[in-house]
T-cell receptor, first 113, second 112 residues
């Protein structure tokens, strides 16, 4: 049973650049959420995708955008990177359209210099 | 917005001891979940709670959904070295079916 996978594992970008992170949900799951986890903090909800639509969004600027593909995989895009965007980006998946029991991937560590 | 206060911030215990940690909210939550995160990894779901007053166990872990729906507790019995990690509570609030709100975590250290 394949769990949630994310790529890449680590990424280093320069301020002002753009980045794309990728996520494949757990087998049988159709809903993907993205979270940002700063050092020493709990994960913060960015947005959730279901049926290829953004269904709910947290308190993040429009520089953060996403996409869900027909096979339920998802991308997170961040434009005009700031130093404060450095964090662990986590993808979580669940099934059935609700956010209960979200299962997380290992994350992508983004460093902005 | 919804905020979760998790305590204690950190704990240092001896192997074999029992551990308790809790989470409180300023607003009502419909679902409470407890996760454990190891360094460099994503959070792993330990226990999910859906009803006020519910008490659920997973091995040596026991969690409770508070009667007021504004708090939850996690207990670990007979701790072992592999219990080391950061424990997070997370909740789903009314009108927010899709997102989880997380606490800041409790760092658990177990001395063998």
């Amino acid at each position: 049973d394949a769990g949630v996978t994310q790529s890449p594992t680590h990424l280093i970008k320069t301020r002002g650049q753009q980045v794309t992170l990728r996520c494949s949900p757990k087998s049988g799951h159709d809903t993907v959420s993205w979270y940002q986890q700063a050092l020493g903090q709990g994960p913060q909800f960015i947005f959730q995708y279901y049926e290829e639509e953004e269904r709910q969004r947290g308190n993040f600027p429009d520089r953060f955008s996403g996409h869900q593909f027909p096979n339920y995989s998802s991308e997170l895009n961040v434009n005009a990177l700031l130093l404060g965007d450095s964090a662990l980006y986590l993808c979580a998946s669940t099934r059935g359209g609700f956010g209960y029991e979200q299962y997380f991937g290992p994350g992508t560590r983004l460093t902005v210099t | 917005g919804q905020q979760l206060n998790q305590s204690p911030q950190s704990m240092f215990i001896q192997e074999g001891e029992d551990v308790s940690m809790n989470c409180t909210s300023s607003s009502i939550f419909n679902t409470w979940l407890w996760y454990k995160q190891d360094p460099g990894e994503g959070p792993v779901l330990l226990i999910a709670l859906y009803k006020a007053g519910e008490l659920t166990s997973n091995g040596r872990l026991t969690a409770q959904f508070g009667i007021t729906r504004k708090d939850s507790f996690l207990n670990i019995s007979a701790s072992i070295p592999s219990d080391v990690g950061i424990y997070f509570c997370a909740g789903q609030g009314k009108g927010s079916n899709y997102k989880l709100t997380f606490g800041k975590g409790t760092l658990l250290t177990v001395n063998p």
